[in-house]
């Protein structure tokens, strides 16, 4: 059965920092892309980084030269490292993994949180 499981979220103060990851297993299969979304209350789900295979990486405009992902692919983990958060950067974090033949899966989520 394929898992998904996110950590490292939690309460930091404007301008600190959080490390999340995220390890995928229980399938055969290769991954694709591993990415981190993100779903404030009340908004839409939103995509803040992906990471390809290949190591190509896209970014949010709101994040660009503030966060950074990264993968370890023999572990099939991904990392999100978050500096100089915002309040605004305060939301429920959520890793996907696709992989190929069977698609994507979702982690249950992870609720960091900024504020003084």
């Known amino acids: 059965q394929v898992q998904v499981v996110e950590s490292g979220g939690g309460l930091v103060q404007p301008g600190g920092s959080l490390r999340l990851s995220c390890a995928a297993s229980?399938?055969?299969?290769?991954?694709?892309?591993m990415g981190w979304y993100r779903q404030a209350p009340g908004k839409q789900r939103e995509l803040v980084a992906a990471?390809?295979?290949?190591?190509?990486?896209n970014y949010a405009d709101s994040v660009k030269g503030r966060f950074t992902i990264s993968r370890d692919k023999d572990k099939n983990t991904v990392y999100l490292q978050m500096n100089s958060l915002k309040p605004e950067d305060t939301a429920v974090y959520f890793c996907?993994?696709?992989?190929?033949?069977?698609?994507?899966?979702w982690g249950q989520g992870t609720q960091v949180t900024v504020s003084s």
């Open positions: 229980g399938s055969i299969f290769s991954i694709n892309v």
């Open positions: 996907k993994a696709d992989f190929t033949h069977i698609g994507g899966y």
């Open positions: 990471i390809s295979s290949g190591g190509r990486t």
